[in-house]
């Protein structure tokens, strides 16, 4: 969550699994050992599903596994023996490398089209790719087209600082046994924000080396794709592509939304944009902002600034308001809550559990300042999403965090240190936080079946929870709210991104509204203890956050959300 000390909150609720659907995917030894959940989603290069791996373990392990389509004019041999070989290749690199910072490649193999147990059928061969599991909304679920504001901006530099980072790692020869890679489709579609491990590269499908640059398919996203690629998609791939990319990151993380696809106009169209928004921020040199983000927009690659991590690090010194001093620090240590790997319908990512290259229980510091060295742990995000989030192309466990408060006193007495399970946005800021929320899916006007899965984010004042309600506006009572309690809201600290399930009973066509409202804990304690289930009457004792009008359609039996 987005708040004024870039403070981590504690782990998310888990929200039960999709369904399994009845089909399976597999290698040719084994065609029945993925089981496929709930439905597939779409992405530019093939279909992902969660899925799950039973074989001889007693729980299973939840995994994503994606289709890959065939190429538009691919022989019919596709994937020939050399494209086998090099994804072979990248899963053997990825493994090697094992970053925190990008998605863990488990396997690929070439099997049989999704199919019910043991009916893998003799028809054409499909590629898989699968990965681990990852909870987390996109980055640009979370921003949620909202510009940077003063409470938000030096969490979002240090977003960007953090993709800095997987890039100068997924670049660099020296952590890839002299194999320095490529990621070719950095956008925020394909960057998950992980609770513990912070912003996640995904989507390692397009992942080459260095040395095979080369794009046969000319893929690119437009607005993260340098100037040099949009003159000629096919050309090879530089390493300073994919920092362009990251600055087209930080124009979203300012902006709130993409920037124009590279050209001459381009910082015209930026430079006073940005700096509107660093203006309204606070910040103390908006000029010399602007000229940093265009810095690595810059026309020529060799102009781009060539050490990504320390570009961005001079982003977040910027970012400082000037009506925020930065405050001298006290350390102190507080228990985060331990991270629940869940799934839930409705996104796209993948997980499995920590492995040895882990490091969920290594201290992390967060600080109120965004300019500060080390970056935090980023905020707790119980949507889950696949390493194929959807985007518009082209062709083609338990951590300890170090907190860092200000100090009025040499030292601060004991009564002046949080609890572990105190609010730390509420208790770092030292201020009355203002209650505030938003429905970042399901998207306004769209479609759901019986049911279907809600999040957005939110931040609650002391002593506050979150509901969310439905009610029929083409029914007899278009008034009347049924309530329903999110995941985790006898937990407000963990709502900071929050989910839960909402269930229309209708018929299709009927247009419904989702609200989501703020309420007294105790109220909503009481409530829920009494048996609360279709009532105004907490609904109206709430302060309404956010609405989002949606349409039902035919299907689903009510259960497909667990």
Known sequence: MENETGAATGGPAVLPAPRPNGLFAGPPEAPDRFELLGEPRRGGEGLTWRASYHGELRSAVPLAVKAL????????????EDILQRWKDRTVLLQHLHLERLVWLNEVFVGAAPHHRGESSAGPRVPYVVMEWLDGPTLAELIGGEPATAGTLGQRMQYVHEVAEALH??????????????????????CIVHPARGVV????????????????????????????????????????????????????CLLG?????????????????????????????PGALVAQVLAMLRS??????????????????????????????????????SVALAAAGGGMAVAAPWGSGAHPTAPVTVSSDPAAPSPSPSPPVPSPRISAAPSTRTS???????????????????????????SPSASMAGATVPTTGKITAPAARSDVQRCAYVSGTARLAAGKTLILAVRNLNNDEPEEWYVQFPRGWKEPSTLSVWEGVEFFPGAPGQHYEIGLFAVDLDVARAAHAA?????????????ELATREVVQIAGGDGSDCG
């Open 169 to 190: 790692e997924l670049h660099a020869a020296s952590r890839s046994a002299g194999n320095p890679s490529l990621h070719r489709d950095v956008k925020p579609g394909n």
């Open 531 to 543: 048996g609360v289930g279709p009532s105004n009457d907490l609904a109206d004792s709430a302060t």
């Open 69 to 80: 389509h065939r190429p538009d004019g691919a022989d019919d041999d596709w994937p020939s």
């Open 396 to 422: 083609v466990a338990t951590s300890t965090v170090v907190a860092k408060l200000p100090r009025s006193s040499p030292t601060p007495p004991p009564s002046a240190l949080p609890s572990p399970s105190a």
């Open 201 to 252: 590269l995904i989507d390692v499908d397009g992942i080459r080396t260095a040395d095979d640059g080369f794009d046969p398919a000319g893929m690119h996203t437009p607005a993260y794709t340098a100037p040099e690629i949009l003159r000629n998609p096919y050309r090879p791939r530089e390493d300073s592509g994919d920092r362009y990319a990251l600055g087209a990151l930080a124009v979203l």
């Open 300 to 337: 020529d690659p060799a102009g781009r600034p060539a050490d990504g991590p320390r570009w961005a690090q001079e982003l977040r010194r910027l970012a400082i308001s000037r009506t925020r001093k930065a405050p001298r620090r006290w350390p102190f240590l507080v228990a985060a809550g």
């Open 257 to 285: 939304e993409d920037p124009p696809a590279a050209g001459a106009a381009l910082p015209d169209l930026v430079a006073p944009r940005i700096r509107a928004v660093a203006r309204t921020a606070g910040v103390n040199d």
